[in-house]
């Protein structure tokens, strides 16, 4: 009878399990910045759709389209895309995960050439304001939608 099972010993199992904690210890906090980042990058991404939307329909329509908030100047808690008449084409639901969307205004209404009349500037902050995260949205009085990412806000 052989006097070896062929189970593992007791440092192999040691040796392993502290690879595994260094491997965990690296790989966690890359994790989290890739989904903090894919995250943001989807809220703002959402945002500059209905920007693009509501501006191509203005034109599209020959009417003025407003992409605004509920009231005040909560962007994170969701906006809509409205007609002329009031009527709802689109809206966004409040973020998730504590993003905040700062801007200085409650509304952006595009007229029918797909012009504004305050040009703006959205801020996404993380949780942390982190400013490797920030992303921007510059709407210009021309309608012009330019993204900055990465820190790079005016």
Known sequence: MSRWS???TLIELLVTMAILAILLAIGVPSYQ???TSNRMTAEINGLVAHLQYAR????????????????????EGGWSVTDASGTVLKQQQAFQGGDT???????ITYDRNGFTANAT???LHDTANTV????????SLVGQLTLNKQGACP
């Open 121 to 123: 500037t959205l801020t």
């Open 6 to 8: 062929g189970g593992f």
């Open 56 to 75: 191509s329909t203005a034109i599209k329509e020959g009417q003025d389209v407003t992409v605004g908030t509920g009231g005040g100047n909560n962007w």
């Open 33 to 35: 910045s890739i989904t």
């Open 101 to 107: 969307l700062a801007a200085n205004l409650a509304a």
């Open 132 to 139: 490797a995260f920030r992303k921007c949205v510059v709407v």
